[in-house]
């Protein structure tokens, strides 16, 4: 057991690395700073601490629950002491388990709409805000945050960081591919928020973001940081409330939580197979996903086979290329381990307009 984490065994690294090249370890800080690694790849943690359960018997709170559990990822970093404070700004509202009205306990939905827009990106928003802000304390130059959305991550962005002095936000979304209420909450900021609707898809608007930070010439002129699910900040806090659930009903039962995870550029659900991996009591971990099917057939074949994304009800689950494929591929580069770790089911529009046609639950699809 550690002397520098108590709460943590064996877990020596707090760097993150890239998933390219494991030889530039960074901080925590640095990595949410840059948000994409110099050479294109994305930061992942070096090394994952590992939790018992024991070491949350007094952690019931999301703020208390993401202070302990973020806190190894974030040691040697002058982020290390603002955590608590970042985590009670990021973690102001409740993620709570709601029993399904006439389903068998305890089966139960996961509530992440509590937010100010919403969405369950409102959590891993409202922590990068909280963060950078505090990250570039006395820097003089102002930050670009660079947005692609498939519908609800730009307006989650955008409340977390409009109004803020030392910072302006670009947000990318496919034109004609999100809701109407999503195209205005996407675009009602002002300020320093630009909203811009690009012809195109999801995976459009991703390359466009990922060329900005490859190009040396905005480089010179623009200092960039990404605030999609590409920037590990995104990632490590959204692992809070699945750790909540799963330390919940294990508290309630001695059961180990499953949980079904809507999933499109896999951000989400990495969290949820990240709160595994470090010891969350989490069982098996499914990925619904809807025709756009790369993820479902990698996990079926162990062929990555990207594809154009195709529009659907869900839109904003609609894409082809999901950039955290890259990071599931890095956690378990054998495919075979990966087998049998995590499962995936396709659900199409027919079923989705059946389901809500069909039920009367207030979770309705």
Known sequence: R?????????????YSISTRNADHPVTLGEAIA?????????????EFPHFSTREFETDLELPQIAARLLAPFAAGDPLAAELPAVCNEA???PAPLVGLPNAPAP???????HGPTSAFKDFGARFLAASMERIRRGQRRKLTILVATSGDTGGAVAA???GKPWVDVVVLYPHGRVSELQAHQLACWGGNVRTFAVRGSFDDCQRIVK???????????????????INVGRLLPQMVYFAQAGLQLWRESGRRANFIVPTG?????????????IGVPIGEIVLATNANQSITEYLRTGEWAPRPSVSTLANAMDVGDPSNMERLRSLHSDFDELQGQIGASSVDDIDRKSTRLNSSHPYRS
Request: aromatic share 14%; net charge negative.
């Open 265 to 277: 550029n896999l951000g989400n659900a990495l969290a949820c197979i990240w709160a595994r991996h």
């Open 107 to 113: 089966l139960s939905v996961l509530e992440l709409f």
């Open 2 to 14: 550690s002397t520098l984490f108590p709460y943590t065994t064996l877990f020596r690294s707090p």
């Open 34 to 46: 840059r948000g994409i690694a110099p050479d294109g790849g994305l930061y992942v943690p070096q």
């Open 160 to 162: 977390a960081f409009h």
């Open 211 to 229: 060329e900005a930070f490859a190009d040396p010439a905005l480089a010179e002129t623009h200092q960039l940081s990404s605030a999609n699910s």
């Open 91 to 93: 973690f102001d509202f």
